[in-house]
């Protein structure tokens, strides 16, 4: 699968004919599709506010996890990590269609596993990855607002 990042274009080049030269021009902005760099600032910790939460003191944030696995792997394929912590490992498996096994010590940490995975049945959810695409931080949420005020207009 390809590990594609939508990114807001700063300098909308075009070529000699007038179309856009490696961007595309949409109703809610312009954006390019380009692969993550060597160099990812896109990540953050899972903040208190965001639904993957929980109380483990270094979970990993879930898209981290699908970066990684979708550059690895392929449908189906096992995801193994013998220090699984909250499990973010197998929560985002599942959520991308692998399986997945895990090791912890502690069984408090297993139980918010066991808790993540159960929701992940109904939620398969990765904040900043929408229809097979890593979305530059707040960029998704601008084009977002930027539709609901077309929307609104035309109301
Ligand atoms: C850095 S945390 C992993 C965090 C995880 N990536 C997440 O997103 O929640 C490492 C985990 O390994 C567990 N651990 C440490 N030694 C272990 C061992 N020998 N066997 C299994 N788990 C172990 C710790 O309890 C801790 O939860």
Redesign the pocket.
Known sequence: MRLTLRRRVVAPYRTVDGTPKDWQQTQNGNFRDTFPSNLWTDITIPFWSMPEN?D?P???SEKL?AKLILASTRIGEIVF?????????SVVAKKLGRRYLG????ED?CLLTEKRLELAEADRAIQGYTNEIFWERNTLMAQKSRRSTVDEGEG
């Open positions: 929980t483990h270094t979970q990993k996890i990590d013998p220090f699984l912590g909250s499990g973010t490992s090791i912890e010590l502690d940490y």
